[in-house]
């Protein structure tokens, strides 16, 4: 009973983070050479043959989209923070499912561009950097 009590209480608590309370997880393994490229309004994007993580831990809301067009996926992080993945050619869960950071999402084959959309409260987050370091908030 304590422990339903306490992942309930850590889930309440996660449901009302903001974006910037989340550590950005690397989206591809360190193996993968990708070169992650962020536009002036945000977007990342990568084209490489890639197993593809989420950013952070949270559940897969919606997956759109076939294996010839590719697939569009969005993760909810919390209440008001989400990701967008869109041009993946495999994706491993269902709409529903929890996903964690450490483990693929989906698969890339790198013939097409990979791209990456932050949300918070529906509109797209600009402030991400890409360094050496991995992901973070600018």
């Known amino acids: 009973d304590l422990h339903r009590v306490d992942r309930r209480q850590r889930q ?13 997880s690397p989206l591809v393994n360190d193996s993968v050479d990708a070169e992650i490229a962020v536009s002036d309004t945000g977007v990342l994007s990568f084209t490489a043959q890639a197993s593809v993580y989420p950013p952070a831990d949270g559940t897969l809301l919606s997956v759109n989209g ?16 989400s990701t967008i993945v869109s041009g993946l050619d495999t994706v491993y869960f269902a709409a529903g499912d929890e996903l964690k950071a450490t483990i693929p999402m ?4 790198g013939e097409g561009e990979v791209r990456v959309m932050f949300y918070s409260d529906g509109s797209l987050i600009s402030g ?8 973070a908030w600018s």
């Open 12 to 24: 309440m608590c996660i449901r009302d983070s903001v974006y910037t309370d989340f550590a950005l």
């Open 128 to 135: 991400c950097t890409v360094s050496e370091d991995g992901l």
């Open 106 to 109: 989906g698969f890339s084959d």
């Open 66 to 81: 076939d294996a010839e067009t590719g697939y569009t996926v969005e993760v909810g992080h919390s209440d008001s923070f």
